[in-house]
């Protein structure tokens, strides 16, 4: 293992500037979020606590221009968006928002390739950070994984005081360090202080579910409509918990016409909480709010898994802290009904 | 705020509910996160003993009216009781199929301002403790005094809740908040001061952020369009797509839109997750719409909604 100061990081992050698009999380916009690194913000260093919009839209951007089009002799012409995303360097990402990218990788690159999203994949890199400081709403560690699980970043980095031990995950991160300056071998006392530092980010994370339960529950409980509807009751359908949720992957696709023979075609992030919901095409199937909190629930934690094998949430809390009227999903797992399906 | 008055509430609202005189009730409980509530909505007497009161019960309840059926027992601040006589003027839910209880409210944490001030987030706070004129903060080994203008959400600020505008019981007794006119104008007061391109600068900025979530339209008892001008596709007004432009554009025809209907609340505001200061327009509009029409919404409930009456003294130089 190797291990880097603080102070060095700086130089460090203007070393791999001078090759990527280095993003950091900051509050500087006025909500944190992956932010481009302005040379001199190091508050990130000290403090990393999740950020409010997740990474995801580096990869997912809440809008992003598909192609250009323009009527021409009876037909249209594309022109496309403009050229490859550049390479991205997203540091300080904990392992919960990792997760979720290698969770909705899986959608992007299934049985349709989608070229936006993996081409803006294939330019990153992902330095990663033990999370030591998770929320009363994080619950990381009751999805198979935790605050300090390297395995979904390219380099994996552990607050040990003054000094950040470093762990070469990927190739590409290796490559990444070759001739970093400030990084040094890390001592026996060092990787003693970064595995107590993992052990405590992970007995930080008080909330727990029980994932075994849910998904031997989830399967009766479809049709238990007043259950549904009581847990639904206070929702508002707003887009926050899933805008905000790191592996919310649903977008609309709509065109802007600049002139009556040309315009440009987006997309932008969607949300099956709203009672619009796929009306453009053809109808919402799921007109009242209770099948919409539903479907949140079930996409999550059973038809996912269903097609690939992995709950499509991390645990990152976001939806649980954001949400105006505390709606808990966590709560909502855990009070599932255990019976028979209810007929209705 | 006494735990007497909690038992109080909770007694009044069994009774509510085994007599039959509602059907549903809508109440505070406790929330899941640290120094958060969450909306209560039950028929189950069963259910009462978990309902609360106390500093944290932010949540405008009356935006759950429009869809509830049968007659309806509401915990209210005076704040809210605004929107749901709001909504009675406007035709969205009849008097006799809604119970209000008043509830004294002596002011509203705002606990994005807790955070400011202490620098920390609300789950790394240890307490917060309301004692009328401030709140005695505590964390991580330090305690910290800060005055009621400091802590007290915006729309609390320069409230009087004497004039509570509509209730069929009070439990409690009214108390009196931090007065002061200009209390609660302080984003107002910075934008004031700002020249138009400057001022047009800070809201290309802010809304810049804004992902359309709808969070500030959702939380909005005053929004209560069965079909949101903002989901017309034909003719489409604004684009889906999140540009700025498109996101105020968005937002100041909402406001417009409520205009006369907005009590002020600061749901939206809070509700924001990007922290678009929106209560900042809500309250300068809410200050148009006195100034010109002499005329704070939802302060009773027999007189018609501001924007479908019209009275022939109201002079022309208001179409400008």
Known sequence: MKKIKKQSIPGLLGKWQQEFT?????????????????????????????????????????????FGFRKEAGSYKLEPADGEPPRQLLFGIHPCDARAIAIIDMVFKDAYEDRYYLSRRQNTVLVGMTCTSAYDSCFCTSLGFGPADPVDVDIMLTDIGDTFLIEEVTEKGKELLADAKGVVEATRDDEKKAAAARESASARVSRKIDTGE?????????????????????????????????????????????????????????????????????????????????????????FYPELFDIIACTGCGRCIRQCPVNWDITQTLSNLPAGTPVKK | ?????????????????????????????????????????????????????????????????????????????????????????????????????????????????????????????????????????????????????????????????????EYDIFIGESESLVAGKDLGRNKI??????????????????????????????????????????????????????????????????????????????ECERACPVNIPLGALSKKMEEIVEELFEYRAGMDKDAPPLMTAYQLEECEDLIR
Not at chain 2, 195 to 223: D, G, H, L, T, V
Not at chain 2, 250 to 261: K, P
Request: glycine share 6%.
């Open chain 1, 22 to 66: 280095v993003f950091v999380p900051s509050k500087a916009s006025g909500v944190s979020q992956m932010t481009v690194w302005d040379g001199k913000d190091t508050a990130f260093l000290d403090r990393n606590r999740n950020t409010a919009i997740p990474p995801k839209a580096n990869f997912l951007p809440a809008m992003e221009k598909l």
């Open chain 1, 214 to 302: 849910i998904s031997k529950r989830l399967p009766l409980v479809f049709d238990d409509q007043e259950f549904w509807e009581k847990i639904s009751a206070k929702c508002v359908s707003c887009g926050i918990c899933t805008f905000l949720c790191p592996t919310c992957y649903c977008f609309d696709i709509n065109d802007e016409m600049l002139r009556s023979d040309s315009g440009e075609r987006y997309r932008n992030w969607d949300c099956c909480s709203f009672a619009v919901y796929t009306k453009m095409p053809v109808e919402n199937p799921r007109e009242e709010k209770w099948r919409r909190v539903r479907q949140k629930v079930y996409h999550k934690y059973l």
């Open chain 2, 1 to 165: 705020m006494t735990k007497e008055i909690e038992q109080k509430l909770r007694d009044e609202i069994r009774d509510l509910l085994e007599t039959g005189k509602v059907d549903h009730i809508i109440g505070y409980e406790a929330g899941s996160l640290k120094f958060s509530t969450t909306p209560l909505i039950t028929g189950d007497k069963a259910d009462v003993d978990r309902l609360v009161i106390n500093p944290f019960i932010y949540n405008n309840l009356s935006v759950f009216l429009r869809d509830m059926c049968g007659k309806v027992g509401i915990v209210a601040k005076k704040c809210d009781a605004r929107s749901i006589v709001s909504l009675i003027q406007s035709q969205q839910i009849a008097r006799e199929n809604v119970f209000i209880i008043g509830v004294p409210c002596g002011g509203i944490i705002d606990l994005a301002k807790v955070e400011k001030l202490t620098g920390l987030d609300r789950d790394e706070i240890d307490d917060i403790v309301w004692q009328k004129e401030k709140a005695v903060v505590t964390f991580g080994g330090n305690t910290r005094e800060f005055p009621a203008k400091e802590v007290l959400a915006d729309a609390c600020l320069g409230c009087a809740p004497s004039d509570f505008p």
């Open chain 2, 189 to 266: 007061k910075e934008l004031e001061e700002m020249a138009p391109a400057q001022r047009w600068e800070f809201w290309k900025n802010e809304f810049s952020r804004c992902i359309r979530c709808y969070a500030c339209r959702q939380i909005c008892p005053a929004c209560f369009c069965n079909r949101c001008f903002v989901e017309e596709t034909e003719p489409l007004y604004i684009s889906p797509v999140p540009k700025w432009q498109d996101n105020l554009f968005f937002q100041a025809i909402r406001m417009l839109h409520v205009a006369g209907r907005c009590t002020n609340c600061g």
